[in-house]
């Protein structure tokens, strides 16, 4: 065929990096955008006579990434036959939403388990969870940034008979890790 060959077009996708199974999670829609922010915090000094405070640079801020994606179970997206988007014969897509949550859960091997039910249960009987929520990959065309996922806001749209929700759109911030070894200690003669 031509330059016009029809294909698929390519979804970012969220990726974990430290969990079995892997959870990963293909965009059935783009985002419509992608907040990319970084912010450099400033200490101000003030003295007397000063008309002015002066700011002193005190430390490199973070990069936060934020965007909402829609998930859908009633209507087929642009990629559906090449990626992997979970819902049920009616539509619902709590399997699916479940992939986002445990981002933002300590972490487990029984994500999957989780259910309608949520993640609580899978903790049970265990006297303090102190496992962070998996490290994540956000790929986005190009864009391949190592972060952590530190906000997942859903909201239900349309739900089926059962009241499973079968529409939503996801809200996700991420952060970027660092990356380079913070050891406080680097760089320091012996």
Not at 57 to 73: H, L, N, P, Q
Not at 78 to 85: F, K, L
Not at 164 to 182: F, H, M, S
Request: proline share 8%; charged share 25%.
């Amino acid at each position: 065929m031509s330059n016009l060959q029809v294909r698929n077009p390519v979804r970012g996708f969220l990726r974990s990096v430290d969990v079995e199974p892997e959870i990963l999670v293909h965009f059935q829609y783009n985002p419509e955008k992608v907040i990319d922010k970084r912010s450099v915090p400033y200490t101000t000094l003030n003295a007397p006579g000063m008309v002015m405070p002066l700011r002193q640079y005190s430390a490199g801020g973070e990069r936060t990434i934020a965007f909402t994606v829609i998930v859908d179970g009633l209507l087929k997206g642009p990629a559906d036959d090449e990626i992997d988007v979970a819902h049920d014969e009616n539509g619902g897509i709590v399997e699916e939403l479940n992939k986002y949550r445990a981002f933002v859960h300590p972490r487990t091997d029984r994500w999957r388990e989780a259910g309608a039910g949520g993640f609580a249960k899978l903790y049970a009987g265990q006297e303090t969870v102190f496992a962070a929520p998996p490290a994540a990959l956000f790929c986005f065309g190009e864009r391949v940034v190592e972060c952590v996922v530190t906000d997942v806001s859903i909201v239900e749209k349309t739900y089926n008979a059962d009241l499973d929700p079968v529409r939503a759109e996801v809200q996700i911030t991420c952060v970027e890790l660092t990356p380079y070894d913070p050891d406080p200690t680097a760089g320091r003669p012996s």
